[in-house]
Structures are given as structure tokens and as C-alpha cells.
């Protein structure tokens, strides 16, 4: 295990060290990129760029369920308000994790008639019900256990909480959270919706106490579900603890190739040198006006979604700086969207 604490902090260091979260807006799309991953785990196959349209200009995804739309919106407004919460440091209790379980499946839920008796999974109703999960189809406890053990929960949590409140400590807090997020899962305590509710409890304690919060990719999912299950067979958190300092390290790397490659590319600009006669060699930059160079893209993309701003830059005769001020107004203006990471994503013509 202290050979991946050791490498988290490691990676952690040199991500606080570039200042990759000080970027405009990075906080939001890093939101946006947690909810999209956690609701795709669940069968939600809204894009990232679909759930920015979607969050930020109310555009629906065609093609697109509105069941996995609402989804989305719903864990935005849950993950709003625990960050809310999280600043005020507010404990854990039975009643403020139903609080957030309503939110999250507000226009998902639905009515149960039980021999249990009758519950409401959109109001954050604790199941009255047995439930099973996964290959096998197997069983999570009795429900009429879940009361007591979600209160020891709370009372385990709010315990960590306020020593870490007192002292801070990073790799605490982390495993705080991932625990936290384990056990939920394993009390399963409402009818749907536990899976996200597990991530959002465990992203709830990271940014109470200021972490980069974590995410599970979507392409991780069977190695994830694997950590849980070794868990809950082992009785002993290990497992997924190892797992999540993994996936997190490993996010967090790809974060700061990205931001490097980034940060490279901004300082690189097309020259092309024109021999003048009678006189030295001078750099010709051609002016263009912002529409027909935004027009010109407009077609470079339509030509290649794969284009790099290197390439828009040598094709368009334009430094590449401006190429890049001109995708970033584009984006802003929902003209276009990237689609994937710097490396190997793709643009999307959102309207011409």
C-alpha cells in the first residue's frame, strides 16, 4: 500500500506544482467529466460534450434517452449541493445522505409496493426490500438491518471527519473517502442509484477537505466492480483502497501529459520564411479576417475531424497562437466542440 500512497503524492505534487486546476473553468469541466464517467458506469451514454451542452446551454443530446439526460442532470444538482455542504462541514446522518439520494434520482425514481411496505426511491426512501447486484445475482443485507449499519456508518465517517478537521492530513482523507464509498456500496441502502451515490459520498469528503476529487473512468469499470467484490469477499477495505489510489494516480498523470503537451504546443507558432529580393529574410504572417478564418476551420474540420492546430496553422498560413485563440472562441460561441482528450480526440461541428 505505501508504494501507491508514495506514487499519489508524488503525482500530486508536480499537479498542484503546474497549477493545472488554476485554469478558467477547469473546475467546472472536471465536475462535468466526474458526473458523465459515474452516470456511464450506470448505461448513461451521454458524451462529456453532450453533458456541457446540456448543463450549460439546455441543449439536448439527439439520439440520446431522456432518461440518461435527466440522469445527468440530476447528479449535477446532487454533486451542487454536496459541495455546498461541504464547505459548511456538515456531518454526516441518515437524513442528509436520503436528503442527497432524493436529488440524485428526482426524475428516476420510483414508487415501491413491497411486503416490506411501500418506499420512494425519488425521495430518497431507504428500501424496504431485498436487492441483488451484479454476476450471480448476489445479495446485498437484509434491509431491515440497513437503518442501524447506515447510522454506525455516519457515526464511523464523522468520527474521521473531525480528527482530520482538527489535523489535516491528505492521504487520510483520501482513504476516508474511498471507505466510505465502499461501505455504502456494501450496505446498499436504497433501491437504485447506490452506485452513485457511493462516487458522489466519496468526491462529498474530498472536496470538504480540499482534494483533487477522483473519478472512476468508465473504461475501468470491470476492474473497479472487481475491487469492490474483493472487498466485500476479503472484509477488508484493502483492496479497493489500492485500487482507487491507482486509478487516481494514473487520472492524474494523464491530466498533467495532457496539460505538458498543452502548454508546449501554446508557445509553438507557424513560421514561414519569405525570401525577399534586395533584402533579408522576413516571417510573412497572413491577415485574415475573424470570420473567414473561422469559416477556414470550419472547413479544415469538416474535412478531418482529427486535424491538429499545428496542421490548421501550416494549412490557413496563420500563426498558430491565433488558430488557437479562434478554436477557443469557437468552443465558447458552442460553434464547435472537442471530443476526447488533446492527443487523440476529435472536433465536433456543433452549428456553421
Not at 485554469?23 to 458506469?41: E, G, N, V, W
Not at 446551454?57 to 454536496?82: C, F, T, W
Not at 473531525?162 to 482523507?173: G, P, T, Y
Not at 490548421?312 to 479562434?326: G, W
Request: hydrophobic share 35%; with cysteine; glycine share 6%.
Amino acid at each position: 500500500m505505501k508504494q501507491y500512497i508514495n506514487e499519489l503524492l508524488a503525482v500530486l505534487k508536480e499537479y498542484h506544482q503546474l497549477g493545472i486546476a488554476n485554469q478558467i473553468d477547469y473546475q467546472k469541466f472536471y465536475l462535468y467529466s466526474i458526473i458523465t464517467h459515474s452516470t456511464a458506469i450506470e448505461g448513461s451514454t451521454v458524451t462529456e460534450i453532450e453533458n456541457m451542452l446540456l448543463f450549460d446551454e439546455g441543449i439536448s443530446a439527439k439520439g440520446k434517452p431522456m432518461v440518461e439526460q435527466l440522469m445527468n442532470l440530476d447528479l449535477k444538482r446532487a454533486y451542487e449541493q454536496s459541495i455546498s455542504w461541504a464547505k459548511e462541514h456538515k456531518p454526516f446522518t441518515i437524513e442528509m445522505l436520503q436528503q442527497l439520494s432524493a436529488i440524485v434520482m428526482r426524475n428516476t425514481g420510483s414508487h415501491y409496493s413491497t411486503l416490506g411496505g411501500e418506499f420512494d426511491s425519488s425521495k430518497g426512501d431507504l428500501r424496504l426490500c431485498g436487492v441483488t447486484a451484479g454476476p450471480g445475482g448476489r445479495s446485498y443485507m437484509d434491509y431491515r438491518k440497513v437503518p442501524m449499519k447506515l447510522k454506525e456508518l455516519c457515526d464511523h465517517i464523522n468520527q474521521r471527519r473531525e480528527a482530520l478537521i482538527k489535523k489535516a492530513d491528505d492521504i487520510e482523507a483520501y482513504l476516508l473517502s474511498f471507505d466510505a464509498h465502499n461501505l455504502l456500496v456494501t450496505i446498499h441502502p436504497w433501491v437504485d442509484g447506490n452506485g452513485r451515490m457511493s462516487r458522489l459520498i466519496m468526491n462529498y469528503l474530498q472536496f470538504e477537505f480540499g482534494l483533487i476529487p477522483t473519478k472512476v473512468l468508465k473504461e475501468d469499470k470491470a476492474a473497479y466492480i472487481e475491487a469492490l467484490n474483493q472487498s466485500r469477499e476479503e472484509e477488508t477495505t484493502a483492496p479497493f483502497q489500492q485500487f482507487m489510489l491507482q486509478e487516481h494516480s494514473k487520472n492524474l498523470r494523464n491530466e498533467i501529459d495532457v496539460f505538458k503537451k498543452s502548454m508546449v504546443e501554446d508557445v509553438v507558432i507557424n513560421e514561414n520564411k519569405v525570401v525577399q529580393k534586395g533584402g533579408p529574410e522576413i516571417k510573412e504572417v497572413v491577415q485574415k479576417s475573424g470570420s473567414e478564418t473561422r469559416d477556414a476551420i470550419i472547413r479544415l474540420i469538416a474535412d478531418n475531424a482529427n486535424i491538429t492546430s499545428r496542421e490548421m496553422a501550416n494549412k490557413l498560413n496563420i500563426n498558430r497562437s491565433a488558430i488557437l485563440k479562434h478554436l477557443k472562441k469557437m468552443q465558447e460561441e458552442n460553434l464547435i466542440a472537442r471530443e476526447g482528450s488533446q492527443k487523440s480526440g476529435r472536433w465536433i461541428i456543433l452549428r456553421k
